[in-house]
């Protein structure tokens, strides 16, 4: 995820806040909201990962996570948001994440 530009994510205005001050590994686990549009995600510390999540913090899929950072922010909630909220990454059912 480090190439993915920046510049987008600087538009938002995240509201941060600790989901985990440890976890495996190390680190911390952040969970971003934005103000204005409303897109979460979360963030592990020690990897620098970042990935797009519902409003209950379940796991969206590569797909969403990738335009959500390459999105801009329009500084209100999109409808399109709410479809991409559908796309959970791992559904009920499936292998659970490891
Ligand atoms: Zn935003």
Not at 13 to 38: D, M, N, Q, Y
């Amino acid at each position: 995820m480090q190439s993915e530009p920046i510049s987008a994510w600087r538009t938002h205005e995240w509201k941060v806040r600790t989901l985990e001050s440890i976890v495996a590994g190390g680190g911390s686990r952040l969970g971003f909201t934005c103000r204005g549009c409303g897109k979460t995600f979360n963030h592990n510390t020690i990897n620098r990962r970042t990935w797009a999540v519902d409003t209950q913090g379940v796991a969206l899929t590569d797909d969403v996570t990738a335009r959500w950072l390459k999105s801009e922010c329009l500084h209100h909630p999109i409808l399109a948001d709410d479809d991409d909220r559908k796309q959970i990454k791992y559904p009920t059912g499936t292998a659970a994440q490891s």
